[in-house]
């Protein structure tokens, strides 16, 4: 359906492209849930389980970042870990924008 309406709309094409290899990556590694139902699930959880979950699915992560584990303590890397959101990136992915 979105290859039909690149062509409509002339997208030039390695726009196409592009697009079509982020679905095709999408579909190859992104998770079987979504993000959204998944975030409303843990938000269902009673507090001490949530911490529990976020805690344990982002510590090592954290941790194993020489600049995050060398300058703040495991406390703070705990509390880090409430506030982080998974976000999935196809690769060469520009994910961030420096404006001067």
């Known amino acids: 359906m979105l290859s039909t309406y690149m062509q409509e709309k002339k997208i030039?094409?390695?726009?196409?492209?592009?697009?079509?290899?982020y679905i095709k990556y999408l579909s190859e590694t992104m998770p079987l849930y979504e993000p959204n139902e998944l975030a409303q699930e843990i938000n269902k959880l009673?507090?001490?389980?949530?911490?529990?979950?976020?805690?344990?699915?982002?510590?090592?992560?954290?941790?194993?970042?020489p600049f995050l584990s060398k300058n703040?303590?495991?406390?703070t890397l705990r509390k880090l870990c409430l506030r982080l959101k998974?976000?999935?990136?196809?690769?060469?992915?520009q994910i961030y924008k420096v404006i001067l």
């Open 12 to 21: 030039n094409d390695d726009l196409q492209s592009r697009i079509d290899g």
């Open 46 to 65: 009673n507090p001490n389980l949530k911490e529990q979950l976020l805690v344990e699915s982002f510590f090592e992560v954290l941790r194993k970042v």
């Open 72 to 75: 703040f303590t495991v406390k």
């Open 86 to 93: 998974e976000h999935f990136f196809p690769p060469n992915d």
